[in-house]
């Protein structure tokens, strides 16, 4: 009877497909990339090209309207070359679209137990040490550089400079930053609770909408910030005035409350995973606990 309705559905009705588990995994991966890829797309100068592809769809729509042989033989022998030329063109934008996936731990959720991916954690005397050293630094308008690592790790963009692997202090990083000192010159790149590396050199953004009064310092803060999830701190050696780029923008002027409260979004999302982390654990634990006692 069931067969019997079902095919009647099939025949005259509609098209109602048997679907198995393993149809189902299918559409769950494709609408996770697909979402993804909205991301990436809304969030990046990829919806730049995609508006450009749209209006070349329009373009081709009306071609095939109208019959147009030439304009068709044109684009059937370019489509090759023109994907091409935009994974040449966004090339940055496509490797960060690749290292959000990846910020998504994934492998953490399916391994708990892997240690190489754990860090010393974001610690308030961090925060604080960074802080005083960066509105000293300003006082006396001495140019700094600060990059503080999120979740993707730096390792890079540290082997262009001189590795510490030193605690954060003030003191350590006024020295770092004096003028006419051996590190003085580039970016230091703070790991959790460690200054990991000095005098690296850091990507400069091409983003033609910032102000043309942003010096060298600055744009190469906007370039980091853009290819990472880091917050840059950058102490103006023209004006002492202390800014932070992060997500591809520049926030300028800021005090040390506005300073503060920026790394402290840092040391609560460290705090948030290290406690998603035990729950896991702790969870597990418990689960193997109570299978032993049954």
């Known amino acids: 009877m069931k067969e019997w309705a079902a095919k009647v559905l099939n025949e005259y009705f509609v098209y109602m497909p048997r679907l198995k588990v393993i149809d189902i995994v299918e559409i769950i991966i494709i609408a996770f ?8 797309i809304k969030n990046t100068k990829a919806w730049m090209l995609l508006r450009g592809i749209l209006m070349l769809a329009v ?5 095939v309207l109208f019959k147009m042989n030439t304009i068709l033989w044109i684009v059937q022998n370019s489509i090759g070359v023109l994907a091409t030329v935009a994974i040449v063109v966004f090339q940055p934008e496509l490797r960060r679209a690749l290292e959000k996936l990846g910020e998504q731990d994934y492998l953490g959720m399916m391994v708990p137990f892997d240690k190489s991916k754990e860090r010393e954690k974001f610690s308030r005397e961090t925060i604080d040490g960074i802080v005083t050293a960066t509105f000293e630094m300003a006082k006396v308008k001495t140019g700094a550089l600060i990059v503080v690592e999120d979740m993707i790790q730096l390792t890079e963009y540290e082997r262009t400079g001189i590795k510490l ?9 006024i020295n770092i930053f004096e003028h006419n000192t051996p590190l003085h010159d580039g970016a230091i790149i703070v790991r959790g609770n460690r200054i990991a590396a000095a005098t690296c050199y850091l990507p400069l953004s091409d983003n033609r ?15 980091m910030s853009e290819v990472s999830d880091s917050l840059i701190i950058v102490v103006s050696e023209e004006t002492g005035a202390v800014s932070y780029a992060q997500g591809g923008r520049i926030v300028r002027h800021l005090d040390e409350k506005q300073l503060t409260d920026k790394l402290n979004e840092i040391r609560r999302k460290d705090m948030e995973a290290a406690g ?3 729950f ?3 969870k597990g634990r418990a689960k193997d606990e109570g299978q032993i006692n049954e």
Not at 59 to 63: I, L
Request: aromatic letters at 12%; zero cysteines.
């Open 276 to 278: 998603s982390k035990l």
């Open 209 to 223: 909408e910032l102000s043309k009064a942003l010096g060298t310092r600055h744009r190469a803060a906007v370039g």
């Open 280 to 282: 896991k654990m702790w």
């Open 33 to 40: 990339v697909v979402y993804k890829i909205a991301l990436w």
């Open 59 to 63: 373009f081709v729509f009306v071609a």
């Open 165 to 173: 692997d030193s605690v954060v202090s003030s003191q350590l990083l």
